[in-house]
Every structure is written in structure tokens, then in C-alpha cells.
């Protein structure tokens, strides 16, 4: 306070000096360094400008950290003294940062322009050590006013103010004097796999400016989800209740689901957080910091008799459904099937019931998705739907599925069962394609038409001349015997010459193969880049049964799964190539059968996958009649 006298002295000095001595800056600094890992920090990004027009602006690199807390602010300050004025605009974003790993990190520049004029801040490096072995700074009041220098900067001889000091928890003071974080459990004991709600809260017995997390808590040994929170737009949701007879300001911090893996006493360590009230320049007055109570918690095993196959994530409240979208269907029509789990509890992690084989029906892998609610416990749905196809006509049952889970309420086993299904197929079953039409021989009793006896037409009874003499001396007898030898010695050499240009070499017969199957994917290729991707996957089948009907010597239209596996290794494809073939030809049937299943990233995988499948079966060497 002595210096206070000195100070208002000084002012206009001050005042003087830096109106007209700062210019556009645009700087990043951190909050402490080092900093522990999980541990939060402020970081701020400042612009100090001149009457100037700020845009398109460009956060920092936070690689290797997790932005906890941002917040933007504007302010603008009037600065007078030396015969004038000087209006000047500070934007100011500040961060709260969270590291990831330990080590050397580095947090990139950020980048603004102003006036056109593009600037870019200098990187920061930050040294990130052990959790609990960095040290924390006591919080430090800056002194002066805020955009303006240290006086004691300028003034040497000016003894600058002592900072205040955090006002010390006093564990004496009555409840209601004092701040602190509250974490409230569900329930401390809990089966494995049931869910455990933790809350913790920020209470105030005086309202606060600045709210910024540390260090948040620890879960190892649960899955966790997060429940809502309420929040406003600008801060916590705060609300009055009385705790231990007094007033408090209290807002929800986060809340979330914990479900034991594994049986033992384990504890979640506590949240960590800083408050702080600031004056009315935005110095700090006071800050202090919070650390909620760890919340020890027992995780007991289930009880002995579980059913067989019970998954132990299979706890809390289920019910088991299944449906078709139609029962009455022809062969090589699918059917779509839905297997369905609703209840509270676990579902991400529960399993959902294996589906039977269905003797003549082709069962393709589940598409599995899983809706959540959030509010207060964990539940929702889980849907797998299957695509079923059939391949012979008949009635066929699909029995009943059983879920087996632990009810919490009523402590105790309970299996959940759908219904039967009872699925009717009508048509033909899938068989061979028909042999080619053979010609049958004339009806018996029919009658040839054309006269057999044909006369030559003949006017004379003897030749004008002696044609056959006239020709043997004429020189073009001499032609007519030396052009046949000669043609058919010209057509032997130009066979060898063809036979031998023809030879391939093994590079040459790859580019041929490179060639050939570019052709006849690009019709593929097309199609999918129109975006029809049915008739797209539709040409890929085309190729691909062309291909083993020249590889096996025989038409793989209507064999089974079963037999072109069979086939195809007879004619020497490797175990991968028959599994890759078999899982093209799948995808084929299935856009087929159900187009909207199969996306344009799938259908454009088929068409490489077809690629290197014609490549592999072209290395097993040409077979008499396949395709070139």
C-alpha cells in the first residue's frame, strides 16, 4: 500500500508509454510446465491489436493432449496520456488441456489473420512427467492493470505489492463456510456387471468466476458409460440445497455408469479442480483448490448355479424378441431376420444368442447395432439382423432362443425365449443348368423333297475343242502346278512364324493377364461409379463364374457351396483362393438378393478382391478351353 501514492503519480507516465509504444502481437504461453500426466493446465492464446479487423482463426496443434475447457474473450481497452488516445482490442482464448503420455510434447502454433496480414504464434514445448511429480505453482495476482506493464518493470525502485495468499481450509470451519467437491455413489456394493452411478458436484458457498477440472478420476476394473449432465450455456447448472443444515450453491460436474469386471474392493480416486473469483480488471482475488473424497467401492461375484452359456455381462433386466419380416417365401428369395435385446443394463458389452443352422438355408453374418439411452441407467436395445436365404423348398422351424441373465431385483437366474418361427419355402430347388439342346434325328416316314437323279445340262454331244490339250500347252499350266506347293509352304512358314511370335513369356503372359482382367472388371467398375450397385456386383458373379467354368472344365451355375469348394480344389486352387472365391461369390448373391445391404465402399472391395482373384487362378497355369 505504500506504493499506492507513488503509482497514481506515475499514471499518466505510464499511460503515456505504452500507448503508443505497443504494437499488433500475437503470443501463446502456458498456464506451469512441467505438468503430470492426466493432470489438466490452462493454455492461453492472446491477440493484442490496434484498431484492427481480426478473422479466420486457427487453434493450435493439441496433438498429443485432450481439450478438456475453451473459452473465448473479448475486451477492449481505452488507453490515453501523452496528448491522445489509443483504443485497443486483446482477444484472448483460453484452453485447458489434459496430456496424454509422458515425455517432450509440443503444442503447434496457432495462426489468425489480421488486416490481411497473416500471423502465427511460436510453438511450446511441454515436459510431461509422472502423475504427482510435477509441482504445482502457487496461483500468482499479476500486478498493475491488465494489457499495461508491470510498474515495478519500469520502476525498479518500486517495491511491488505482496500477493495474497490463499485463504487455508480451516477443518474447524462450520459446514456451509467453505467450498468443496462432493462425489456421490449409487450403492458401494455391487454384483459384477451391475451398474453403479457416481455424481460428483461442485459445491459453493459463494459464487465463483473461474471453474477449471485437473486431474479427473480413475475407473480401472469398470466399464464405464457417461450419463448426462444438465448444463447451461455459459457455465455449470448451479442450484441452492441444503447439506448439513446449510446453503449451498451446487452444479452437476459429470456423472457416470460403472460396471464391475471382475469381484474385489477397489476405489475411484478422486476429481480435482481449481476455482477462483477474479476483480474487476480480471485479476485474480482468490483461488483454491478442490479434491473430492476417493469413493471406495466392493464388487461382489455372482451367486453359484448360473444356467450354461450365461454371459457374465449379462447383468440387470432383459427381454428377448425375434421376428421375420415375412414367412411365406420362394427359393432364392431372402428373408430378413431380427433378434432383438431390450432391458437396463450392459448392452454394449453383453452377447446377443447365437442363431441354429437351418438345413437348406444359406445364413449370412449379422449386421449388429445398439441404441442407448443416457438419463439415469444404462438401457436401451440391441438389434442383429440376419439375412436368410433359402435353397430348397419346405417347411422349416427356427426353435426357440434363450437369453440367460442375472435379474439384481429379484437376485436370482432368468432365461428369456422368443417364440418359434415356422418359415414355409415354395418353388424349385436350386439345380444344375440345362445341357445344351441335342438335335434329334428326322421322323421316321419323311420325305426328301429334292429330286435325286439331277441331270448335268448338256447342249452338245462332244466339246467344241480339246479343251484339256489347249491347257497343257498354255503357260498357265506351269502356274496353276507350282501355286499349290508353293501356297501351302507359304501358309506352313507363316503358321511357324505366327506359332513363334505367339510364345509368351511369363511377364508377358501377366501383362496379358493384367489386361484382360481390367477389361472385364470396367464394366463393373462403371456401374458402381453410377452407382448401381447391384448390377455392378452382378458382373463380378458374371466373371467370375466364366473364370471356374474354364478352370474346372464344367458349368459352376447350381453347385453348392459344398461341391465348388470341392472343384475348385481338384483343380489345384489353394485353400485361401477357394475361401476368397466362396466369400466374392456371397457378396454377389447378397447384393442380389438384398441390394441395400452391400454399400459402395463394400461393392468397390469386391471389385479389387475379383481382381486378385482372376490373377491368382491365371498362376495356375492355362486349362484346355478356359478363357483367355
Known amino acids: 500500500m505504500r506504493a499506492l501514492p507513488f503509482l497514481l503519480a506515475a499514471a499518466p507516465l505510464l499511460l503515456a508509454a505504452t500507448a503508443y509504444g505497443q504494437g499488433t502481437s500475437f503470443s501463446a504461453r502456458l498456464g506451469r510446465n512441467p505438468v503430470g500426466v492426466g493432470e489438466s493446465f490452462p493454455f492461453e492464446v492472446t491477440l493484442s491489436a490496434d484498431n484492427v479487423r481480426m478473422e479466420d482463426y486457427r487453434p493450435p496443434d493439441f496433438r498429443g493432449f485432450r481439450v478438456v475447457a475453451e473459452q473465448p474473450s473479448q475486451s477492449t481497452q481505452i488507453q490515453m496520456g501523452g496528448g491522445g488516445s489509443l483504443m485497443r482490442q486483446i482477444y484472448t482464448w483460453h484452453y485447458q488441456l489434459v496430456p496424454l503420455q509422458k515425455g517432450k510434447l509440443v503444442i503447434g502454433p496457432a495462426g489468425v489473420r489480421v488486416d490481411g496480414r497473416e500471423l502465427r504464434t511460436e510453438k511450446v514445448n511441454v515436459t510431461v512427467v509422472e502423475t504427482g511429480q510435477a509441482p504445482q505453482p502457487r496461483p500468482r495476482a499479476p500486478r498493475g492493470f491488465p494489457g499495461f506493464p508491470d510498474p515495478s518493470s519500469l520502476f525498479p525502485g518500486l517495491e511491488p505489492e505482496p500477493e495474497p495468499e490463499p485463504a487455508p481450509a480451516d477443518p474447524g470451519r462450520p459446514a456451509g463456510q467453505r467450498n468443496f467437491l462432493r462425489a456421490l455413489p449409487s450403492k458401494t456394493r455391487a454384483f459384477v456387471g451391475e451398474q453403479i452411478t457416481i455424481e460428483w458436484s461442485l459445491c459453493l458457498a459463494e ?338 463364374r466364366e473364370l471356374l467354368a474354364g478352370k474346372m472344365g464344367s458349368s459352376a451355375a447350381g453347385m453348392s457351396r459344398d461341391e465348388l469348394r470341392a472343384a475348385m480344389a481338384k483343380a489345384g486352387a489353394a485353400p485361401a483362393l477357394v475361401d476368397g472365391t466362396v466369400a466374392a461369390l456371397d457378396d454377389c448373391d447378397r447384393a442380389r438378393f438384398a441390394p441395400g445391404s452391400i454399400t459402395a465402399e463394400e461393392a468397390s472391395r469386391a471389385i479389387d478382391r475379383a481382381g486378385e482373384i482372376i490373377e491368382d487362378f491365371e498362376k495356375l497355369g492355362a486349362r484346355e478351353g478356359s478363357p483367355s
Open 207 to 544: 459464487r465463483q468466476n473461474n471453474y477449471a477440472p485437473t486431474k479427473e478420476p480413475r475407473t480401472d476394473g469398470f466399464w464405464v458409460e457417461d450419463l448426462e449432465v444438465p448444463q447451461r450455456q455459459h457455465g455449470l447448472s448451479l442450484s441452492e440445497q441444503v447439506i448439513d443444515g446449510r446453503v449451498y450453491l451446487v452444479g452437476p460436474l459429470m456423472r457416470k455408469a460403472l460396471f464391475g469386471l471382475r469381484p474385489g474392493r477397489t476405489t475411484v480416486t478422486p476429481l480435482e479442480a481449481d476455482i477462483s473469483r477474479v476483480g474487476f480488471f480480471g485479476a485474480p482475488l482468490r483461488s483454491e483448490h478442490l479434491r473430492a473424497d476417493p469413493v471406495p467401492l466392493e464388487i461382489v461375484p455372482l451367486p453359484a448355479g448360473a444356467p450354461a452359456g450365461f454371459d457374465p455381462s449379462a447383468v440387470g433386466r432383459f427381454t428377448l424378441a425375434a421376428e421375420v419380416d415375412r414367412d411365406h417365401v420362394q427359393v432364392g428369395e431372402a428373408i430378413t431376420l431380427r433378434l432383438r435385446i431390450d432391458g437396463q443394463g450392459n448392452l454394449r458389452k453383453i452377447a446377443l444368442p447365437a442363431l441354429p443352422r437351418l438345413d437348406g438355408w444359406k445364413i449370412y453374418d449379422p449386421k449388429v447395432s445398439v441404441q442407448l439411452n443416457h438419463a439415469d441407467e444404462i438401457g436401451g436395445s440391441k438389434t442383429a439382423e440376419y439375412l436368410l436365404l433359402p435353397e430348397k423348398p419346405g417347411e422349416t422351424e427356427i426353435p426357440p432362443l434363450a437369453l440367460s441373465y442375472f435379474d439384481t431385483q429379484k437376485t436370482t437366474y432368468v432365461t428369456a425365449k422368443t417364440a418359434p418361427l415356422r418359415l414355409v419355402v415354395t418353388g424349385q430347388a436350386m439345380a444344375q443348368s440345362p445341357a445344351a439342346a441335342v438335335p434329334t434325328p428326322a421322323a421316321a416316314g419323311s420325305e426328301n423333297l429334292l429330286a435325286i437323279d439331277v441331270r448335268p445340262l448338256r447342249n452338245r454331244a462332244a466339246l467344241r475343242r480339246d479343251f484339256g490339250a489347249a491347257l497343257y500347252r498354255s503357260p498357265t499350266f506351269v502356274g496353276l502346278v507350282i501355286a499349290p506347293p508353293a501356297l501351302l509352304a507359304f501358309l506352313g512358314l507363316l503358321g511357324v512364324a505366327r506359332a513363334r511370335l505367339g510364345e509368351e513369356s511369363e511377364g508377358k503372359r501377366r501383362r496379358k493377364l493384367r489386361r484382360a482382367a481390367s477389361r472385364r472388371l470396367r464394366t463393373a467398375a462403371a456401374l458402381l461409379h453410377e452407382g448401381r450397385l447391384a448390377p455392378s456386383l452382378g458382373e463380378i458373379e458374371r466373371v467370375l
